[in-house]
């Protein structure tokens, strides 16, 4: 089913195609399992460092991860959208059995999964299938290795996820009930509880995140503009904590 799922990415979404694959991948793959070890975790990191240019050493760890997972977060949240909104089924993305493969510059760029008939069932179907055996654990990971906040990440994947469904277009995405629940636009008692819809709220005719992304602390890098929270002179409660 993986490679059906190309095909129905639009073209605004089209660096982000081929996020997900099916198959072992090469030598330099990682099972996300493994970034769970410091040290393993720390050179994916230096990894990514030095392709911003950024001197070894030299940036806010909780920043670098925040950006880092940002960078994660685009080449899964595509392929998923793409698959529970145009073809109605999830992909076999549990973080226990995914690896993920890094670009020339140490960038994230493209999740390895087992193929359909070998990958584990999710716990939950649809986009809360995502949230509790992807998400969760990636979030936890993030926190694990620098103290990050998890709603940090959590707003991280929140922006991702809300951007590529309305590339997908709204009225597909709230044809799938569930999705559109978890992302927080429908409202009611289903969308409180998810992560994803607490971590944005309403601004200016769109969405805003809750909880600055951090990612203007690194050299060089912008803020994310009319998204981030503080240009409204709200407080970044995102360095620490809960």
Not at 38 to 47: E, G, K, Q, R
């Amino acid at each position: 089913m993986i490679q059906e799922v190309a095909p129905r990415v639009p073209a605004s979404l089209g660096a982000y195609r081929e996020g997900v694959a099916a198959g072992p991948g090469g030598p330099g793959a990682t099972p996300l399992v493994a970034l769970r070890d410091p040290a393993v975790f720390d050179a994916t990191l230096a990894a990514f460092e030095a392709g911003l240019g950024v001197p070894a050493g030299a940036a806010d760890r909780r920043a670098l991860v925040s950006y880092w997972s940002q960078f994660y977060l685009a080449p899964l949240a595509t392929p998923v959208l793409t698959a529970l909104v145009r073809l109605g089924r999830p992909l076999p993305l549990a973080f226990a059995t995914t690896s993920l493969e890094l670009d020339a510059a140490g960038r994230p760029a493209r999740f390895l999964v087992q193929p359909d008939e070998a990958g584990p069932p999710c716990r939950s179907a649809g986009l809360s299938g995502l949230v509790e055996d992807h998400l969760r654990p990636f979030v936890e990971l993030c926190r694990a290795q620098c103290g990050i906040a998890p709603r940090v990440i959590w707003g991280n994947a929140a922006v991702i996820l809300d951007y590529v469904a309305r590339e997908l277009g709204e009225p597909e995405t709230m044809a799938c009930p569930e999705v559109a629940t978890c992302l927080g636009w429908c409202g009611g008692p289903a969308c409180a509880r998810s992560p994803l819809a607490q971590a944005l709220c309403a601004a200016g005719g769109g969405r805003r995140r809750r909880t600055c992304c951090l990612r203007q602390r690194l050299p060089g890098v912008p803020s994310c503009g009319a998204l981030c929270p503080l240009k409204e002179g709200r407080e970044c409660c995102g360095a620490a904590g809960a």
